[in-house]
């Protein structure tokens, strides 16, 4: 998987597999091998890495990474409310996981529900050690979708001072002043 020789990976999975069927962690693999091959362009693969998710939950309903990559899955093909699910259960068993909580904040956001997507942008800001340009780009957005645009503006003069492009402060801002609109 490191070497990202994903064929050989998925071949040496399916043989431990057939070693230890039961083994949830071995299904989770399986899925995040297929994961990783569809997300190179093999789309098709993205329904057997949401059935590998499945599986390992179905073995252990604890194992919170096979919830979060499957939150992760669905994310990638844009099923926001299931994710939302998946990523809200991993924080049940994990608050901390920065990962579940940028995907609730994004997830929320599709789905229209700014309450829940604010909530998740101020966990992140607290839990996450440095925000990184897509959180910072993204929570600009979220933030105006709830009427905080005191907390947009100040995401978005970190978008700046990151050296964020121009593309993308006018994405931002064309967002913002939608929200704006909206609102009035």
């Known amino acids: 998987i490191k ?3 994903l064929p050989q990976a998925s071949s040496a999975i399916n043989e431990a597999l057939q070693l230890d069927a039961r083994n949830s962690y071995l299904h989770f693999f399986n899925g995040f091998i297929y994961h990783l091959q569809a997300r190179q362009g ?3 693969k993205r329904e ?4 590998g998710y499945e599986q390992a939950l179905r073995l252990d309903p604890g194992n919170w990474i096979a919830q979060e990559f499957l939150g992760l899955a669905q994310m990638d093909k844009k099923q926001f409310e299931p994710a939302k699910h998946q990523f809200a ?3 049940l068993m994990n608050p ?3 990962v579940s909580i940028y995907g609730l904040m994004v997830a929320s956001y599709m789905t229209g529900d700014a309450v829940t997507a604010c ?3 101020d966990q992140f800001r607290k839990t996450a050690r440095a925000a990184d340009a897509s959180f910072i780009r993204s929570s600009v957005s979220v933030y105006a979708s709830c009427r905080e645009f005191d907390k947009a503006n100040t995401m978005r003069q970190e978008l700046v001072r990151l050296g964020g492009e121009r593309g993308d402060l006018d994405n931002v801002d064309r967002r913002v002043s939608q929200w704006k609109a909206f609102f009035r």
């Open 3 to 5: 070497k990202m020789e």
């Open 42 to 44: 093999d789309t098709q």
């Open 48 to 51: 057997m890495a949401i059935e």
């Open 89 to 91: 259960d991993v924080l």
């Open 96 to 98: 901390d996981s920065t």
């Open 119 to 121: 909530a998740m942008a």
